[in-house]
């Protein structure tokens, strides 16, 4: 069954932080991927998507991800964080040949602090 | 522009009393996706609809059912509710059922059973 991972649950950072999210998923076809990001009381909001072609894919608000397929990985990563970005955001994949439904990971509640 | 319309925003029922949730998708959209997102928890699919049919189907109790109307909005009925069953509900829809459209979110529903 596919699956979704991400490593850091919570995460704090002061203002002007990089951020990097770490997500892997698992399934053996070819998938899409997306980074939805949901903010306090907020629903789910797309941040980037990867569906082929260039592995660096750039998002609203300066967010950008890489996807590296030989590691099954979509991290997220942002230069400088805002206070303004914190959230939650979760990782999901569907499929291109199977499932349609997104599978999302558990999350990573980001905290940023002025 | 628009987005996804749900409704009610906020649902108190008791034990054992029935609830309907609607969504109404963005405007051409024909494909409609019901997610249960479980206090901290990350959303889990749990049916969507393709042109008026049920196209995939997760984890959804018996005890609820699900519709997509000739206007492509789409009710999702649950009954005998139990205290489990206390969630937000969010609905997303996408254009189409090709494995590269984007789903979009509804703020969703929160439903609370006492």
């Known amino acids: 069954a596919q699956s979704v991972s991400q490593h850091n649950h919570h995460v704090i950072l002061s203002e002007a932080a990089s951020l990097e999210l770490g997500c892997n998923y698992s399934y053996g076809g070819t998938v899409n991927l997306f980074w939805y990001v949901q903010y306090p009381g907020q629903h789910l909001q797309l941040l980037l998507k990867?569906?082929?072609?260039?592995?660096l894919v750039k998002g609203i608000k300066g967010f950008e991800a890489e996807f590296i397929k030989s590691k099954f990985s979509f991290n997220l990563r942002k230069p400088s964080v805002q206070w303004s970005d914190t959230a939650e955001y979760f990782c999901?994949?569907?499929?291109?040949?199977?499932?349609?439904?997104?599978?999302f990971g558990t999350g990573t509640r980001l905290l940023v602090s002025p | 522009a628009a987005g996804v319309i749900q409704s009610p925003r906020h649902l108190i029922k008791e034990k054992r009393e029935t609830a309907t949730l609607k969504c109404y998708p963005i405007p051409r959209h024909d494909t409609v996706y019901w997610y249960q997102q479980g206090p901290g928890q990350d959303p889990q699919f749990l049916i969507s609809?393709?042109?008026?049919?049920?196209?995939d189907k997760g984890s959804i109790p018996d005890r609820f059912s699900a519709q997509q109307f000739s206007d492509y909005h789409s009710e999702l009925n649950m009954s005998s509710l139990e205290l489990g069953d206390s969630a937000l509900y969010f609905c997303?829809?996408?254009?189409?059922?090709?494995?590269?459209?984007?789903?979009?979110f509804g703020p969703g529903t929160r439903l609370t059973v006492l």
């Open positions: 609809f393709y042109e008026k049919m049920q196209s």
């Open positions: 997303a829809s996408s254009s189409g059922s090709s494995f590269t459209d984007t789903q979009y």
């Open positions: 990867y569906f082929s072609g260039d592995p």
């Open positions: 999901a994949v569907n499929s291109k040949t199977g499932f349609q439904k997104l599978v």
